[in-house]
Nanobody
Framework: QVQLVESGGGLVQAGGSLRLSCAASGSFRSMYVMGWYRQAPGKQRELVATKTSGDHTNYADSVKGRFTISRDNAKNTAYLQMNSLKPEDTAVYYC??????????????WGQGTQVTVSS
Protein backbone atom coordinates (compact mmCIF):
# COMPACT_ATOMS: atom_id res chain seq x y z
CA GLN A 1 0.00 0.00 0.00
CA VAL A 2 1.03 3.56 -0.63
CA GLN A 3 0.84 6.16 2.08
CA LEU A 4 1.15 9.90 1.65
CA VAL A 5 2.10 11.89 4.72
CA GLU A 6 1.91 15.67 4.72
CA SER A 7 3.80 17.97 7.02
CA GLY A 8 4.62 21.63 7.34
CA GLY A 9 1.25 23.13 8.06
CA GLY A 10 0.72 25.63 10.80
CA LEU A 11 -0.34 29.12 11.74
CA VAL A 12 1.21 32.09 10.00
CA GLN A 13 0.43 35.74 9.58
CA ALA A 14 -0.70 37.18 6.29
CA GLY A 15 2.26 37.76 4.03
CA GLY A 16 4.20 34.92 5.56
CA SER A 17 5.39 31.67 4.07
CA LEU A 18 5.06 27.96 4.66
CA ARG A 19 6.55 24.94 2.95
CA LEU A 20 4.47 21.79 2.85
CA SER A 21 5.97 18.37 2.28
CA CYS A 22 4.35 15.16 1.12
CA ALA A 23 6.32 11.96 1.53
CA ALA A 24 5.16 8.86 -0.29
CA SER A 25 5.99 5.44 1.07
CA GLY A 26 5.08 1.93 0.04
CA SER A 27 5.19 0.12 -3.25
CA PHE A 28 4.32 1.60 -6.62
CA ARG A 29 5.69 1.61 -10.13
CA SER A 30 5.42 5.28 -10.80
CA MET A 31 3.60 8.42 -9.76
CA TYR A 32 2.52 10.20 -12.90
CA VAL A 33 1.09 13.17 -11.04
CA MET A 34 1.64 14.54 -7.58
CA GLY A 35 -0.18 17.56 -6.35
CA TRP A 36 -1.92 19.50 -3.68
CA TYR A 37 -5.57 20.19 -3.02
CA ARG A 38 -7.18 22.21 -0.29
CA GLN A 39 -10.52 22.39 1.40
CA ALA A 40 -11.80 25.24 3.52
CA PRO A 41 -14.80 24.88 5.83
CA GLY A 42 -18.02 24.98 3.85
CA LYS A 43 -16.24 24.85 0.51
CA GLN A 44 -15.49 22.20 -2.06
CA ARG A 45 -12.07 20.66 -2.26
CA GLU A 46 -10.12 22.46 -4.94
CA LEU A 47 -6.94 21.88 -6.85
CA VAL A 48 -4.01 24.01 -5.79
CA ALA A 49 -1.11 22.73 -7.86
CA THR A 50 0.03 19.60 -9.65
CA LYS A 51 3.27 18.41 -11.14
CA THR A 52 3.73 15.48 -13.49
CA SER A 53 6.69 13.16 -13.72
CA GLY A 54 7.52 15.05 -16.90
CA ASP A 55 7.75 18.27 -14.87
CA HIS A 56 4.60 19.82 -16.26
CA THR A 57 3.02 22.07 -13.65
CA ASN A 58 -0.48 23.37 -13.20
CA TYR A 59 -1.66 25.97 -10.72
CA ALA A 60 -4.94 27.38 -9.61
CA ASP A 61 -5.28 30.98 -10.70
CA SER A 62 -5.61 32.06 -7.10
CA VAL A 63 -2.11 30.86 -6.21
CA LYS A 64 -0.15 31.60 -9.37
CA GLY A 65 2.90 33.66 -8.62
CA ARG A 66 2.74 32.84 -4.93
CA PHE A 67 2.92 29.05 -4.67
CA THR A 68 5.48 26.72 -6.20
CA ILE A 69 5.20 22.96 -6.45
CA SER A 70 8.28 20.79 -6.72
CA ARG A 71 9.15 17.12 -6.58
CA ASP A 72 12.13 15.14 -5.39
CA ASN A 73 11.70 11.77 -7.02
CA ALA A 74 14.67 10.28 -5.21
CA LYS A 75 12.89 10.96 -1.93
CA ASN A 76 9.40 10.28 -3.30
CA THR A 77 8.42 13.65 -1.95
CA ALA A 78 6.43 16.59 -3.23
CA TYR A 79 6.61 20.09 -1.85
CA LEU A 80 4.48 23.17 -1.92
CA GLN A 81 6.24 26.43 -1.22
CA MET A 82 3.63 28.99 -0.24
CA ASN A 83 4.61 32.63 -0.17
CA SER A 84 2.64 35.82 0.36
CA LEU A 85 -0.03 33.88 2.18
CA LYS A 86 -3.48 35.37 2.49
CA PRO A 87 -6.26 34.61 4.96
CA GLU A 88 -8.25 33.07 2.12
CA ASP A 89 -5.52 30.44 1.81
CA THR A 90 -6.66 29.00 5.13
CA ALA A 91 -7.67 25.40 4.55
CA VAL A 92 -6.73 21.81 5.08
CA TYR A 93 -4.18 20.96 2.43
CA TYR A 94 -4.13 17.45 1.02
CA CYS A 95 -1.43 15.75 -0.94
CA UNK A 96 -2.62 13.69 -3.88
CA UNK A 97 -0.84 11.33 -6.20
CA UNK A 98 -1.88 9.19 -9.12
CA UNK A 99 0.02 6.63 -11.06
CA UNK A 100 0.49 2.93 -11.54
CA UNK A 101 0.57 0.39 -8.74
CA UNK A 102 2.94 -2.55 -8.56
CA UNK A 103 0.09 -4.63 -9.98
CA UNK A 104 -0.10 -2.46 -13.06
CA UNK A 105 -3.38 -0.82 -12.17
CA UNK A 106 -4.16 2.85 -12.23
CA UNK A 107 -4.42 4.18 -8.73
CA UNK A 108 -4.62 7.39 -6.79
CA UNK A 109 -3.79 8.19 -3.23
CA TRP A 110 -4.58 10.87 -0.68
CA GLY A 111 -2.74 12.12 2.35
CA GLN A 112 -4.41 12.79 5.67
CA GLY A 113 -4.21 16.56 5.28
CA THR A 114 -2.39 19.30 7.11
CA GLN A 115 -3.98 22.47 8.43
CA VAL A 116 -2.81 25.83 7.15
CA THR A 117 -4.17 28.85 8.95
CA VAL A 118 -3.34 32.38 7.85
CA SER A 119 -4.24 35.16 10.22
CA SER A 120 -4.88 38.73 9.15
Amino acid sequence: QVQLVESGGGLVQAGGSLRLSCAASGSFRSMYVMGWYRQAPGKQRELVATKTSGDHTNYADSVKGRFTISRDNAKNTAYLQMNSLKPEDTAVYYCHAEGVSVWGALADYWGQGTQVTVSS
